[in-house]
């Protein structure tokens, strides 16, 4: 492990020198320079072992939200003020957004390193993982997860049981390829999660992606072929990626039908479509900027530090009290507790009007600015800091708390789903985190240890 995040750790050096050489030709010189910065002290912060790397991934993903529009701009020599419908403050938000990640990071960091990982223990009893049970028991959960989407009320508990879904399939690739056995199999569900992912509203095939690069830290020393192996995957990825913007409005919409955010044709139908409209899919202008949009999250940033406090005072606390009460009065005991509506919010704090959730839309300003917003540029990052301390200390109790340590592993993995997203307001993140914490710390008394002798019977 350590030899991977040296190198890791000499490529972010490498990359980020020929590219602040780069911007010097460039209309933003030197901006890159935060950019890697950051990535140098996530990788650092974070990637403390193979059996981590979801928290590394997280953030990774979290970076790429807050970075991609200045590397754009850097590596295409466009002024990054004409990427964003708020200039005014968008470098500003950058830099802010770049140190906010690093302060989190580290304040996670703290608990993890506490966490001791047996490497030796943790694949003597991945081999002895019962293959046939575990892949059972895998579809059942993305049955379950499924079915609870349609609930009402059950959107939280769709998230934990899809999280523990992944959880499963990172512990099948891991065996896979640790025992080397069952890999055809492991291709035949990479291959279904993908195609499946296509058959939805939206995009679900990013989650499986995710789960194989977590599951590939996790199993790889990382040396030059393998970099350069990471690479062609990105940039194929990213094709994919790019093309899913160009024809995901059109898709959509014959998906639905027209109408509302449900599948209404065939499975063979959609996915004659898709092969029609990637087929004829090019790489344009539009389409570039679509996607730059889609994945930059400072934007909305930008203009909350336009408004705010000039406009609007600081909130003293407010939100983080707001977070606070709303997990303290769950909805099955408070019916009429008021619908997290992320546009309002936004609306509220930059003084724009952005469709609400009432019109069946949603726009976000994400974690950091409501941080912003509650404590000022500065006050924010102690904090952030300390936020990153409850959520490193929540997920070493999770990991102690397992009843074995390839079970404590797939719990670590699934704080990826927790964490990844730099746009999710406070209220849901904060929300996420301590019921994510309620619902297994009750799995790990009552249940798991009932059954984890079930999964690791030898075959």
């Known amino acids: 492990m350590e030899e991977s995040k040296l190198n890791l750790l000499k490529a972010t050096i490498w990359i980020g020198l020929l590219s602040t050489i780069l911007s010097l030709f460039g209309p933003n010189p030197l901006l890159c ?84 990982i047996d490497e030796i223990e943790i694949e003597n009893s991945l081999s002895k993982l019962y293959f046939k049970k575990n892949l059972i028991t895998y579809f059942f959960m993305g049955i379950i997860t499924e079915g609870s989407r349609m609930l009402p009320g059950f959107s939280q508990f769709s998230v934990m049981i899809a999280g523990f879904k ?42 499986v992606i995710f789960y194989i690069l977590i599951s590939l830290f996790s199993i790889l020393q990382f040396r030059m072929r393998h970099f350069i192996g990471l690479f062609i995957g990105s940039c194929f990825v990213l094709y994919i990626a790019l093309a899913w913007t160009g024809v995901k409005g059109d898709y959509r919409s014959f998906l639905s039908g027209g109408g509302q955010q449900v599948v209404v044709v065939s499975s063979s139908d959609a996915y004659r479509k898709l092969f029609g409209l990637m087929s004829n899919f090019q790489i344009s202008d539009k389409v570039q ?29 407010k939100l983080s009290i707001q977070a606070v009460e709303h997990i303290l009065k769950p909805r099955l005991f408070f019916p009429n507790k008021a619908i997290i509506d ?116 030898n075959e």
């Open 342 to 457: 992320e546009s309002s919010h936004l609306t509220k704090y930059t003084g724009k009007f952005y469709s609400n959730y009432s019109m069946g839309t949603s726009f976000s300003l994400g974690y950091v600015g409501d941080f912003y917003i509650d404590y000022g540029c500065f006050l924010m990052f102690l904090m952030l800091f300390l936020w990153g301390i409850i959520v490193g200390k929540i997920f070493k109790n999770l990991f102690e708390g397992a009843a074995n340590n390839v079970l404590a592993i797939g719990i670590m993995s699934m704080s990826f789903l927790i964490l990844y997203k730099f746009e999710i307001s406070m209220l849901k993140l904060v929300g996420n985190v301590v019921v994510f914490w309620i619902f297994y710390r009750i799995m790990e008394i009552f249940v798991f240890p009932r059954v984890v002798k079930y999964y690791q019977e």
């Open 33 to 116: 320079i935060p950019a890697f910065i950051s990535l140098y002290c996530i990788i650092r912060n974070l990637f403390i072992s193979e059996y981590l790397s979801a928290f590394f991934i997280a953030f990774l993903y979290q970076w790429s939200q807050v970075c991609i529009k200045v590397l754009y701009a850097t590596f295409t020599s466009k002024d990054i003020r004409l990427l964003t419908k708020f200039p005014e403050h968008i470098v500003e938000a950058y830099v802010l957004s770049t140190i906010a990640l690093v302060v989190v990071s580290y304040g996670i960091s703290i608990y993890l390193r506490k966490i001791n």
């Open 166 to 207: 992944w959880c499963i399939f990172y512990l099948i690739f891991l065996y896979c390829f640790t025992q080397r056995k069952y890999k055809t199999i492991l291709y035949i569900i990479i291959g279904y999660e993908i195609c499946i992912g296509f058959f939805s509203y939206f995009a679900s095939w990013k989650t």
């Open 289 to 317: 900027k679509a996607f730059l949009d889609r994945i930059s999250y400072i934007d909305y940033f930008s203009s909350c530090l336009a408004y705010v406090p000039e406009k609007r005072p600081h909130e003293a606390g």
